[in-house]
């Protein structure tokens, strides 16, 4: 079974599939650039996501089990759209 973890580095989110056994790998995802992250001794093939690109891909919600990082990560875009929504809702 493989599962979506989201790690975010320098300003980047990197998106990767895991199995088990730790293996890791892009998965087939086609989101933003290919990219590698380094986690632990692994050096992973990635997809490197941009701010925007991470709230879109967030709300298509791959049909990927989430994994406990990519479950975490979705919790504080959805948490960040909210807030800015309640703020403007404020305002006006």
């Known amino acids: 079974m493989f599962?979506?973890?989201?790690?975010?580095?320098?300003g980047s989110a990197y998106v990767f599939t895991?199995?088990?056994?730790?293996?890791?790998?892009?998965?087939?995802?086609?989101?933003?650039?290919?990219?590698?992250?380094h986690l632990l001794d692994f050096e992973i093939d990635a997809r490197r996501l941009t701010v925007p690109e991470l709230i879109e891909f967030a709300a298509e919600q791959?049909?990927?089990?989430?994994?406990?990082s990519a479950k975490g990560?979705?919790?504080?875009?959805?948490?960040?759209q909210r807030s800015v929504s309640e703020a403007w809702c404020i305002r006006s």
């Open 73 to 80: 990560i979705f919790a504080l875009v959805e948490l960040a």
């Open 18 to 37: 895991r199995a088990e056994g730790d293996v890791f790998s892009d998965g087939g995802l086609t989101a933003g650039e290919p990219g590698v992250v």
């Open 62 to 68: 791959p049909n990927l089990e989430l994994g406990d």
């Open 3 to 10: 599962s979506l973890e989201v790690i975010w580095r320098a």
